[in-house]
């Protein structure tokens, strides 16, 4: 069923302005960081003289350099460890048929409703009594447990919408479980995989309480942590603290513009198969 001309005239409509309210505040932010230190702002402000000071003292101030290298350390060592994990889970699940495989999925799924709020201050008792507080290991590990219930959901549903004939000649052809997986399941699996390398990665960067309790050293805060201290020190200078926020959130937008095409598809092969 095609959609009608007036269909096709509201729905362009609501796009224009579901971008504009998300662009305004990027926007309004931009504009901001561009004025000098200091700089009394309302509302969105186009600077007369813009200038990158504000980017220069909030580099300096915050030691943003040695956040975003925490940061992107921790980024690094969750993505590939969660998302093995979570590709060998949901085969294990979907393609061959473990044992209690239901009950064990019905636990990932109740993992997908508990909030990092209520598991922050146990896990931290918890990593404190092995020493991994205050340790990239810890938060990895944290980390990496805190996204897996949705690894393995968003796996297990593409592996279980995967041709199950092409399974089986690869089986009748004598190919074990790891070269069913390797070979046949994962080259078909590219565009499901790197959206959840995306999102571990994006989620990774984004956390703030998680890191906030599990390190308390500053010479290992990630950045968004970083970023809520450095919003307590200046608080009524906006244009740095724009600046500040610019910085933090520049890697994640590369990261998306990079990896675009191979998320969209993904979201999209998702959304048909579901």
């Known amino acids: 069923m095609r959609a009608t001309r007036g269909e096709n005239v509201v729905g362009y409509l609501l796009l224009a302005l579901m971008t504009v309210v998300t662009l305004v505040p990027f926007a309004s932010i931009l504009l901001a960081s561009l004025h000098a230190p200091g700089t009394l702002i ?3 402000s186009i600077p007369t003289s813009p200038s990158l000071d504000s980017f220069r003292r909030a580099w300096t101030a915050a030691s943003f350099g040695r956040l975003l290298i925490n940061s992107a350390i921790i980024g690094i060592c969750v993505v590939p460890l969660a998302v093995v994990l979570a590709t060998l889970a949901g085969y294990a699940l979907a393609v061959l048929r473990v044992p209690a495989g239901g009950f064990f999925f019905r636990l990932f799924l109740l993992g997908l409703t508990l909030p990092v709020e209520l598991i922050v201050v146990p896990l931290y008792f918890d990593l404190r009594s092995i020493g991994l507080t205050d340790t990239y290991l810890g938060v990895v590990l944290a980390e990496s447990a805190l996204f897996l219930p949705f690894g393995v959901f968003w796996m297990r549903t ?8 092409l399974v089986e000649a690869a089986q009748l052809d004598g190919a074990g479980s790891f070269t069913v ?3 046949v399941l994962l080259p078909l699996a590219g565009p499901a995989v790197s959206t959840m390398a995306v999102l571990f990665f994006m989620w990774s960067w984004n956390q703030f309480l998680l890191v906030l309790i599990l390190l308390q050293d500053p010479t290992t ?3 968004p ?7 307590g020190q200046y608080t009524s200078d906006i ?3 724009c600046a500040g926020t610019l910085i933090v959130i520049l890697p994640i937008f590369v990261v998306y513009l990079l990896f675009q095409r ?4 993904g979201m ?3 959304a048909v198969k579901g």
């Open 262 to 265: 191979k998320f969209i598809s």
């Open 181 to 183: 997986l390797t070979r």
């Open 42 to 44: 309302a509302g969105l």
């Open 158 to 165: 593409h592996f279980r919408t995967s041709p199950r004939e």
């Open 239 to 241: 244009p740095v603290l």
């Open 268 to 270: 999209l092969q998702g």
């Open 225 to 231: 942590a970083g970023l809520g201290f450095f919003v």
């Open 221 to 223: 805060r990630t950045a």
